[in-house]
């Protein structure tokens, strides 16, 4: 029985999903046996993860919400949960998961849930990006009804425009790679905030 539709998101698969803690502790656990989420776990694939758990710790100590933000989260009256489909491998989602667990942690309005991507296809297939099945996907509902509010991913604007420039100069993956880090070390989390901030305004 297909667990979704287009507008809602079904109570059985949140029931399902991680939380940001027992999603990090899941990837330790896997790192350990030489593993990562998903079936690929080549040693490229645990050399990302790796790289990856290294960049959530950084940013779970260094990484802060701004003003304005913080100031909106703190009038939002109306429950939410807010879903992302991840995977551990997935470098763009190790730079913003952190922010948006502190995001979560400063409403208690907000329940940040975690869900893998390989693993909910047919969830990935409603929130293609350009037809592709890019990670990460956040997806805000409704946390009564769960109902598909907005969406953001899988990256900010200008980090998109940025990969997608970078892709077409057709760079080696790891100068590629190394100047959307690069972009992101720059920015700290200012263009995830501001464009969560613009979505939060929209709902009202």
Known sequence: ???????????????????YARYRSTIDSLLAVQKTTGSNHAEDMLQHTRMNVQRMKRL????????DLLAHLKGITQAQTWLVISEAWCGDAAQNLPYLQLVAAASEKIELKIVLR???LELIDRFLTAGGRSIPKLILLHADTHAVLADWGPRPAAAQTLYLDLKAQQLPYMEASTQLHKWYAD??????QAELLSILKGLG
Do not use: F, V, W
Request: proline fraction near 6%; aromatic fraction near 2%.
């Open 60 to 67: 779970d100590k260094t990484a802060q919400l701004q003003p």
């Open 118 to 120: 390989d693993e909910h």
């Open 187 to 192: 920015n700290k989390g200012l263009d995830l």
């Open 1 to 19: 029985m297909d667990t979704i539709n287009k507008s809602h998101i079904a109570p059985s698969l949140l029931a399902t999903a991680y939380t």
